[in-house]
């Protein structure tokens, strides 16, 4: 199976935006996480193919989770960047049925490589 590859990441000062995209991705359930020097990966964002999603704490209301069903792409619109936003941001997809779009990274078995984001303030 093909790994996804995320693209879009980059360095963008305090209260901006990137849009970062991970393909070829087409799983029931996908996500988005993200890991900083000296911290475990977190969810960010997640969707279930009923369209259902789900965000982080410190996300919401920021960042908008989307897929491209048809290209077979997942996205991630990032506004009003902070510095604690920097971290390296993964893809990740899984087909287990569950209830709903889940953060927990445990309940993925695909991954990209990842892509750096940078804030500055």
């Known amino acids: 199976q093909v790994q996804p590859v995320e693209s879009g990441g980059g360095s963008v000062q305090a209260g901006g935006s990137l849009k970062l995209s991970c393909g070829p991705l087409?799983?029931?359930?996908m996500g988005w996480f993200r890991q900083s020097p000296g911290k475990e990966r977190e969810g960010v964002a997640a969707?279930?193919?009923?369209?259902?999603?789900i965000y982080g704490e410190s996300v919401k209301g920021r960042f908008t989770i989307s897929r491209d069903h048809a290209k077979k792409i997942l996205y991630l619109e990032m506004d009003s960047l902070n510095p604690e936003d920097t971290a390296i941001y993964y893809c990740?997809?899984?087909?287990?049925?569950?209830?709903?779009?889940?953060?927990?990274?445990?309940?993925?078995?695909?991954w990209g490589q990842g892509t750096q984001v940078t804030v500055s303030a």
């Open positions: 087409d799983y029931p359930y």
């Open positions: 969707l279930a193919s009923a369209g259902r999603t």
């Open positions: 990740a997809g899984d087909f287990r049925p569950r209830p709903g779009p889940t953060l927990n990274r445990d309940d993925y078995r695909a």
